[in-house]
């Protein structure tokens, strides 16, 4: 049984950081695709960052870049989401998602092409 295990996430204050944590068992994804999104309250879910294991290359959400930084271990099972300056507006539920397939990079932002979701961690960034 497939199953996604986040975590890392809490209270921060304004300008501080976080380490988010997902890493995947009971199957492999080794030629896939696996991504962060996030969701805040009254707001549709958004992609922050993944990681497409075949080539390792990383793709981030819009105003994510800079700011984070994803990375994944040599097993291709853990991905890392590590979070600076972080701001109010970046308070949401963060779920890990998974793919088991290759995904062209045009599709990696789309949540429908992910076959595993985690149950999310909370992340709240306090003014």
């Known amino acids: 049984q497939v199953q996604l295990i986040e975590s890392g996430g809490g209270l921060v204050q304004t300008g501080g950081s976080l380490r988010l944590s997902c890493r995947a068992s009971?199957?492999?994804?080794?030629?896939?695709?696996m991504a962060w999104f996030r969701q805040a309250p009254g707001k549709e879910r958004e992609f922050v960052a993944c990681?497409?294991?075949?080539?390792?290359?990383?793709y981030y959400g819009d105003s994510k870049k800079g700011r984070f930084t994803l990375s994944g271990d040599s097993a291709k099972t853990t991905m890392y989401l590590q979070m600076n300056s972080l701001e109010p507006e970046d308070t949401a539920v963060y779920y890990c998602?998974?793919?088991?397939?290759?995904?062209?990079?045009?599709?990696?932002?789309?949540?429908?092409?992910?076959?595993?979701w985690g149950q999310g961690t909370q992340v709240t960034v306090s003014s």
């Open positions: 998602a998974a793919r088991k397939n290759r995904m062209v990079v045009s599709g990696v932002r789309r949540s429908d092409i992910y076959d595993y």
């Open positions: 009971g199957g492999t994804f080794s030629s896939g695709v």
């Open positions: 990681i497409r294991w075949g080539d390792r290359s990383i």
